[in-house]
T-cell receptor, first 114, second 114 residues
Framework: AQTVTQSQPEMSVQEAETVTLSCTYDTSENNYYLFWYKQPPSRQMILVIR??????QNATENRFSVNFQKAAKSFSLKISDSQLGDTAMYFC???????????FGTGTRLQVFP | DVKVTQSSRYLVKRTGEKVFLECVQDMDHENMFWYRQDPGLGLRLIYFSYDVKMKEKGDIPEGYSVSREKKERFSLILESASTNQTSMYLC?????????????FGPGTRLTVT
């Protein structure tokens, strides 16, 4: 069975600084997808970024980028130029190929301070 | 804009009551999901539906059932609510695409069983 581990329950960062959230996963699959979702306080969960395992290039979306290390089964999220609106719970998630079901980690609560 | 709505933001029920949580999506998505979110445990899949009247158990289906009579609506039923079902319940939907498409989440229902 696949598992997703987020070892940092809480993190904080000052506005405009860079922060990296860690995620590791365990799978015997070769083809899969990885995701970072963001859940702001009292607001709906939204997708931040997505990575296909067959792609070597790391995904980027504006200030958000990932460091995908397939051999190490590591998928960290880097947030550059942190903004107050980045304050949220961040979930790493895994999806096996040919399914539509996500397996989530336990989440990292990120607080951005002014 | 994809919209996923849930019938209640907050709900308080008594032990033994039958509870219905409703979810509606407006984007003609094939897939719909019910998750339970608990601190330190992340999101866990309760049930998944990939078509009308079709359902699949997730990781924690015990004590829950679901109904999908129409494509846009997916209901979660607690046949006899218990205090250990106090939690945040999130509904999500997605197109069917074997990992191609993101899941869109509703705002959540915080259920308290007393």
């Amino acid at each position: 069975a696949q598992t997703v581990t987020q070892s940092q329950p809480e993190m904080s960062v000052q506005e405009a600084e860079t922060v990296t959230l860690s995620c590791t996963y365990d799978t015997s699959e070769n083809n899969y997808y990885l995701f970072w979702y963001k859940q702001p306080p009292s607001r709906q969960m939204i997708l931040v970024i997505r990575q296909e395992a067959y792609k070597q290039q790391n995904a980027t979306e504006n200030r958000f980028s990932v460091n995908f290390q397939k051999a190490a089964k590591s998928f960290s999220l880097k947030i550059s130029d942190s903004q107050l609106g980045d304050t949220a719970m961040y979930f790493c998630a895994f999806m096996k190929q040919n399914t539509d079901k996500l397996i989530f980690g336990t989440g990292t609560r990120l607080q951005v301070f002014p | 804009d994809v919209k996923v709505t849930q019938s209640s933001r907050y709900l308080v029920k008594r032990t033994g009551e039958k509870v219905f949580l409703e979810c509606v999506q407006d984007m003609d998505h094939e897939n719909m999901f019910w998750y339970r979110q608990d601190p330190g445990l992340g999101l866990r899949l309760i049930y998944f539906s990939y078509d009308v009247k079709m359902k699949e158990k997730g990781d924690i289906p015990e004590g829950y059932s679901v109904s999908r009579e129409k494509k846009e609506r997916f209901s979660l039923i607690l046949e006899s609510a218990s205090t250990n079902q106090t939690s945040m319940y999130l509904c999500a939907s997605s197109l069917s695409g074997r990992g191609t498409y993101e899941q869109y989440f509703g705002p959540g229902t915080r259920l308290t069983v007393t």
